[in-house]
């Protein structure tokens, strides 16, 4: 079946570490985009990639890194720049970056301490 | 700037119970709008995308609105069932000119349907 497989579920990690987040689709979709989400907050854009080798800042990239070497992954690292890393991170993926549906990963928890 | 409201922040009904939930945007510059479920702890699924020129979008209990010059959609869902139990989250995609990348997403209704 295909889909956005996101690696690992949970993530702890000491501050001042930088941690990599993984987030593999098979779906052969363009574009690819990484959200952050907080208790009582919509959903925020960190950064998103319409075609291999370019991405674009979101709304709250201060802090995040991200690649786009193959199509099919997009891995976020939080590096120890971000002020307040620990949050749910979701990955998603779209056919085209504008009219078709986002789908999206199972989201990796990360702690930091 | 655009901002996506969704209230109630939390509803419980019934099982069997038709229902509405409602999602209100400031900007009526869109280019379309989507809804998902999000369950516990996993990640977003996507329910329906109304684009800007529709006034609705139907997948089997489910039925999404769009009336983009008062900056409402609504999601009803038929004869809940417990299994219906998630939080659904609006989003909407600003037509600056054009569409764009950035999806605005309001923080979500919790729907508890008791058995």
């Known amino acids: 079946d295909g889909g956005i497989t996101q690696s690992p579920k949970y993530l702890f990690r000491k501050e001042g570490q930088n941690v990599t987040l993984s987030c593999e689709q098979n779906?052969?979709?363009?574009?690819m985009y990484w959200y952050r989400q907080d208790p009582g907050q919509g959903l925020r854009l960190i950064y998103y990639?319409?075609?291999?080798?370019?991405?674009q800042k979101g709304d709250i990239a201060e802090g995040y890194s991200v690649s786009r070497e193959k199509k099919e992954s997009f891995p976020l690292t939080v590096t120890s720049a971000q002020k307040n890393p620990t949050a749910f991170y979701l990955c998603?993926?779209?056919?085209?970056?504008?009219?078709?549906?986002?789908?999206f990963g199972n989201g990796t928890r990360l702690t930091v301490t | 700037k655009q901002e996506v409201t969704q209230i109630p922040a939390a509803l419980s009904v019934p099982e069997g119970e038709n229902l509405v939930l409602n999602c209100s945007f400031t900007?009526?510059?869109?280019?379309?709008l989507q809804w998902f479920r999000q369950d516990p702890g996993k990640g977003l699924t996507s329910l329906l995308l109304?684009?800007?020129?529709?006034r609705e979008q139907t997948s089997g209990r489910l039925n999404a609105s769009l009336d983009k010059s008062s900056g409402r959609s609504t999601l009803y869902i038929a004869a809940s069932q417990p299994g219906d139990s998630a939080t659904y989250l609006c989003?909407?995609?600003?037509?600056?000119?054009?569409?764009?990348?950035?999806?605005?997403f309001g923080t979500g209704t919790l729907l508890a349907v008791q058995p």
């Open positions: 998603a993926s779209s056919i085209s970056p504008y009219y078709s549906p986002l789908h």
């Open positions: 779906l052969n979709h363009d574009a």
């Open positions: 990639s319409q075609i291999v080798n370019d991405f």
């Open positions: 900007d009526s510059a869109i280019y379309n």
């Open positions: 109304i684009q800007s020129s529709q």
């Open positions: 989003a909407v995609r600003p037509n600056y000119g054009g569409a764009t990348n950035k999806l605005i």
